[in-house]
């Protein structure tokens, strides 16, 4: 049965062992609000449409649509409360941008994978931007398709072939000024 409710605010607990986008915030709570939302439950989603804004901790995802995926194991629901689904997958689209620790990512379509802790990034203009706070400068790269692995820090950027990968690094020496 799905559930349709116009101008939502919806907040989701998770686990520790099941934090989303920000790892240090593992234990918090994410606020979701947006103008729209539809769930089923028997299906294991949640489509917020509409001016999206979602945030745990310091993590904020903006977008046109957010769907947040859950454990829909028949075996594993009896032992979820309301509010305590095990995220699995969430899917952003639409004017994306998430701000994590220092960095920005904008792109069109973003998927977080939360089995892998990753982030991938997908569009003609994806970019993550982060800034050097000791120097002031901006570092961005730029590509169709980035992948961000979180537990790691592994970057893929990837090309469409139309458009090649794009990098600006500044380098900051210690001791000068």
């Known amino acids: 049965m799905a559930l349709v409710l116009p101008t939502a605010t919806v ?15 593992a234990a918090k709570k994410i606020h979701i609000s947006a103008d729209r939302l539809i769930s089923d439950n028997n299906a294991g989603y949640a489509d917020f449409t509409g001016n999206v804004r979602a945030v745990q901790g310091d993590t904020v995802i903006t977008s046109d649509n957010l769907k947040i995926f859950y454990d829909n194991n028949p075996g594993e629901r009896e032992k979820l409360t309301a509010g305590k689904e095990s995220i699995k ?8 941008k998430i701000k994590l620790d220092d960095k920005l990512a904008v792109s069109e379509h973003a998927v977080y994978l939360k089995t892998t802790n990753v982030l991938i990034l997908t569009g003609a203009n994806s970019k993550i931007t982060s800034c050097n706070q000791e120097t002031g400068y901006t570092d961005y790269i730029s590509g169709n398709k980035i992948t961000l692995n979180r537990a790691d820090g592994r970057i893929t950027v990837e090309s469409s072939g139309k ?8 380098q900051h020496d210690k001791g000068s000024n």
Not at 11 to 25: C, E, M, Q
Not at 163 to 170: I, T
């Open 11 to 25: 907040t989701i607990s998770v686990s520790a062992d099941n934090a989303p986008l920000n790892s240090n915030d």
């Open 89 to 96: 997958k969430m899917v952003a689209k639409g004017n994306v």
């Open 163 to 170: 458009k090649r990968v794009e990098a600006e690094f500044h």
